[in-house]
T-cell receptor, first 116, second 113 residues
Framework: DQQVKQNSPSLSVQEGRISILNCDYT??????FLWYKKYPAEGPTFLIS?????DKNEDGRFTVFLNKSAKHLSLHIVPSQPGDSAVYFC???????????????FGAGTQVVVTP | GAGVSQSPRYKVAKRGQDVALRCDPI?????LFWYQQALGQGPEFLTY????????KSGLPSDRFFAERPEGSVSTLKIQRTQQEDSAVYLC???????????FGPGTRLTVT
């Protein structure tokens, strides 16, 4: 049962423009969300996170928005750069329980290609 | 500093063979996680250690999968009698206790023929 979904397998964007990646989840117990970036033949690297007590978190060019009522989060990259070309994974967990601590559920990923 | 390392990076096994995959976490990271990533999918949780204690193994797909971390540092994921459906990338991640930020290794790509 896929509880975290990234419905766009790929996204192509021009350098300098905004990239918007979307993620939907079904489990209302999820209360902590992360985005990871992955280059080929490397492990995912942490990008940005957000707790359910917030609706926005910003770090440089990266901003994550959380809409709890819609069970939806998005990652905005502005401006997009060629080095941003990678696969982006959304992940969610219910941190309220020690049983679920660190036990993240990942989406299938979105391949972003930034063109010059 | 050194990140999470995994070995081997690639492993080809014949169906029915046993394999052992190693993970060296970042020094001082108490928490260690194993994930399985099938082609075109996101990582799926397998198991979690805090120091040497295996606190959660709910994601292990069958009793052919076994993980250990006897001294609270290096961890080994063992798969017995490998099957074709075990073909995947196996990722290891470590983190400081209480931190959500997991640092991933490069993974071991297992191909079962």
């Amino acid at each position: 049962d896929q509880q975290v979904k990234q419905n766009s397998p790929s996204l192509s964007v021009q350098e300098g423009r905004i990239s918007i990646l979307n993620c939907d989840y079904t489990n209302s117990m999820f209360d902590y969300f992360l985005w990871y970036k992955k280059y080929p033949a490397e492990g995912p690297t942490f990008l940005i996170s957000i707790s359910s007590i917030k609706d926005k978190n910003e770090d440089g060019r990266f901003t994550v928005f959380l809409n709890k009522s819609a069970k939806h989060l998005s990652l905005h990259i502005v401006p997009s750069q060629p080095g941003d070309s990678a696969v982006y994974f959304c992940a969610a967990s219910g941190e309220g329980s020690t049983d679920s601590w660190g036990k993240f559920q990942f989406g299938a990923g979105t391949q972003v290609v930034v063109t010059p | 500093g050194a990140g999470v390392s995994q070995s081997p990076r690639y492993k080809v096994a014949k169906r029915g063979q046993d394999v052992a995959l190693r993970c060296d976490p970042i020094s001082g990271h108490v928490s260690l996680f194993w994930y399985q990533q099938a082609l075109g999918q996101g990582p799926e949780f397998l198991t979690y250690f805090q120091n040497e204690a295996q606190l959660d193994k709910s994601g292990l797909p069958s009793d052919r999968f076994f993980a250990e971390r006897p001294e609270g540092s290096v961890s080994t994921l063992k798969i017995q009698r490998t099957q074709q459906e075990d073909s995947a990338v196996y990722l290891c991640a470590s983190s400081l206790v209480g931190s959500h930020e997991q640092y991933f290794g490069p993974g071991t790509r297992l191909t079962v023929t």
